[in-house]
């Protein structure tokens, strides 16, 4: 299906009055891409989201949920064993143990989420099962090793020896910097060695043929971290957020600061306020620096966003984020995201 690359660097991607149109132009600087309600979309965070985008759209191409396309797509970085921030083969904690954490939010509200959870590749499909099978929202440690092993998941290794490398070449100096997700190359180098792969949390969203939107978010969190320290990616509202009625949003880099400002749910109130998803994702990131104005140039955090008529958005603190996106008119587009440095 894939065999156009395209890597374009987009203005703003839709005023808020084509918010409002249910067809609107996307002007970006080597394209004019209409986008049509209700046609499927489906947009993710960094350049693998194109293998997992590609995923994603067997199932939304073929007038499938958009709940299981999303599913679908972040399990191929889940399962990529060079993708060192997410599931299998992510760097493991200070203490060499891969924790993973993962959300899901469907368009009917109900979502579900693992945190810190062990031996398992794909945890977003337990996140689904947490939705799905349990009254709750989140299963957290051992009980969601636990529920997801009475629920016919094989206990693995997540350990992989790259990352083993890596964990132990770090340390060596076990310096404790929790900013890891810097997505300048050049930072990155200084601080993960062998790394070059040093991407972080997957977000994705996508909408179906009948318009209902769907999101995922999964990682294993900031390389090397305090054991049991728990990120963004599985806090529903941080991580991930989706109204069915406005939009959704997703956020990547270093999740404290997300957390601090409940970023993605921040961003789709921002839509339902009439924010365009760049807009939105730009005044989140603002919010950021205005509450840590002296970190603000030494940590990365990044939104990307998506209304009901599938205009997308994103913004990031540094330079470097990018999303991907795929639709019926193009596969495998990368985007740079704007940002404030
Ligand atoms: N955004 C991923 C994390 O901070 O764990």
Redesign the pocket.
């Known amino acids: 299906m894939i065999n156009r690359r395209k890597f374009i660097q987009l203005g703003s991607l839709a005023t808020s009055a084509m918010a409002l149109s249910p067809i609107a132009s996307i002007q970006g600087k080597n394209r004019l891409h209409t986008v049509k309600a209700n046609q499927p979309i489906v947009i993710s965070t960094w350049d693998f989201g194109v293998a997992a985008n590609q995923a994603a759209w067997e199932i939304l191409g073929k007038g499938g949920k958009s709940l299981d396309a999303v599913e679908a797509g972040v399990k191929v970085p889940e399962a990529d064993l060079k993708n060192v921030t997410v599931g299998k083969g992510g760097y493991p904690d200070r203490d060499g143990h891969v924790t993973l954490?993962a959300c899901i939010m469907d368009s009917a509200g109900n979502c579900g989420a693992v945190l810190a959870l062990e031996h398992v590749t794909h945890a977003i499909s337990v996140a689904r099962l947490v939705m799905e099978k349990t009254p709750h929202v989140m299963l957290a440690g051992e009980g969601a090793l636990q529920f997801a092993l009475q629920n016919g998941f094989e206990k693995e290794n997540l350990l992989m020896p790259e990352s083993e490398k890596a964990w132990k070449e770090w340390l060596e100096k076990a310096e404790y910097k929790p900013i890891i997700?810097i997505e300048n190359e050049s930072f990155n180098k200084e601080r993960l060695p062998g790394n070059q792969y040093n991407h972080?949390?997957i977000g994705m969203l996508a909408i179906d043929a009948d318009g209902h939107m769907s999101g995922a978010c999964t990682?294993s969190?900031?390389a090397f971290?305090m054991r049991g320290r728990?990120?963004?990616?599985p806090i529903i509202g941080a991580?991930l957020y989706v109204d069915d009625e406005v939009g959704g949003a997703t956020?990547?880099?270093?999740?404290?600061e997300?957390v601090r400002t409940v970023g993605s749910f921040l961003v789709v109130e921002l839509m339902r306020q009439g924010y365009s998803p760049e807009a939105a994702c730009k005044e989140a990131v603002q919010r950021i620096i205005k509450k840590k104005p002296e970190a603000s140039k030494s940590l990365q955090v990044g939104f990307l966003a998506m209304n009901k008529q599938g205009e997308y958005g994103a913004y990031a603190l540094q330079g470097g984020f990018t999303f991907a996106v795929c639709d019926q008119q193009q596969q495998d587009l990368i985007i740079k995201g704007k940002s404030v440095y």
Do not use: L, Q, R
Not at 230 to 233: E, F, H, L, N, R
Not at 251 to 256: D, F, L, S
């Open positions: 954490d997700n972080d949390t990682t969190g900031m971290k728990i990120g963004d990616s991580g956020a990547t880099g270093v999740g404290e997300v």
